[in-house]
C-alpha cells in the first residue's frame, strides 16, 4: 500500500513557510533549496513539489525537504522586492536545522536570487556539505526544478561567484576565523 506523510512549518499568520515534507518510506531523503514557496502546504503539493519528488523518486530517495532562501508565500517571485522581510525570521534556523540532518542537498532557485542571500545561505552549509544543482544557468546559479529536464541527476555545484567558498573536492570552506592578536615582525 503507497502512503505518503506530509508536513510543512509555516508561520502563526501563514505569510512564510519555512520547510515542507514528504516522505513515502524509512529511507533517505533529498533537500531542496528553492527561492521561495508557493501555495504548496501540509495538504497540497504544487508544480513544483511534484517535479522535485519525481526527481527523489528516480534517485531512490524515500522523501523530500524544501527550504527556501526567501520563506514569502508567493506564487510570484517578484513580490519578494515589495516586503520589507522576504526572508522570514525564523528562515535562517529552519535551513540550518534542515541542512544539519540532510544527506544529500540540491541548490535548485534559480536566477532571482540575490548574490547577498545566496552568501547568507552559504554560511549556514555546515562545513564539509557538498551542495548539488540540477544545471547551472546563465549566472551560473542553479536552475530552478520547473525550467528543467525531468531526467537530470545532480552533481556537486561550485558555488557560481562563490567559488572560492569551495576546495578542491566541493567542501565548503567558510568557518570562522578567530582574531589573533598580531606580533611585531621581529628584527634580524
Given at each position: 500500500?503507497?502512503?505518503?506523510?506530509?508536513?510543512?512549518?509555516?508561520?502563526?499568520d501563514g505569510q512564510y513557510r519555512y520547510q515542507l515534507e514528504r516522505t513515502w518510506g524509512f529511507?533517505?531523503?533529498?533537500?531542496?533549496?528553492m527561492l521561495n514557496p508557493s501555495t504548496a502546504d501540509a495538504r497540497k503539493d504544487d508544480r513544483t513539489i511534484r517535479r522535485c519528488l519525481s526527481y527523489a523518486r528516480s534517485w531512490g530517495y524515500d522523501g523530500i525537504r524544501v527550504v527556501n532562501l526567501y520563506a514569502l508565500r508567493s506564487s510570484d517571485p517578484k513580490m519578494l522586492k515589495t516586503v520589507a522581510d522576504p526572508v522570514g525570521p525564523e528562515n535562517d534556523a529552519w535551513i540550518a536545522r534542515t541542512l544539519s540532518g540532510s544527506n544529500m542537498v540540491v541548490a535548485a532557485w534559480g536566477e532571482l536570487a540575490?548574490?547577498?542571500?545566496?552568501?547568507?545561505?552559504?554560511q549556514l552549509v555546515p562545513k564539509g556539505m557538498?551542495?548539488?544543482?540540477?544545471?547551472?544557468?546563465?549566472?551560473?546559479?542553479?536552475?530552478?526544478?520547473?525550467?528543467l529536464a525531468a531526467d537530470l541527476k545532480p552533481?556537486?555545484?561550485?558555488?557560481?561567484?562563490a567559488l572560492s567558498s569551495l576546495d578542491v573536492d566541493g567542501n565548503w570552506l567558510i568557518e570562522e576565523v578567530p582574531d589573533l592578536p598580531l606580533d611585531p615582525i621581529p628584527e634580524i
Open positions: 500500500m503507497a502512503w505518503t506523510r506530509m508536513s510543512a512549518v509555516l508561520s502563526d529511507g533517505d531523503a533529498v533537500t531542496f533549496v540575490s548574490e547577498e542571500r545566496v552568501q547568507e545561505f552559504l557538498p551542495i548539488h544543482a540540477l544545471k547551472t544557468i546563465s549566472n551560473d546559479m542553479p536552475g530552478h526544478p520547473l525550467r552533481f556537486v555545484w561550485r558555488g557560481g561567484n
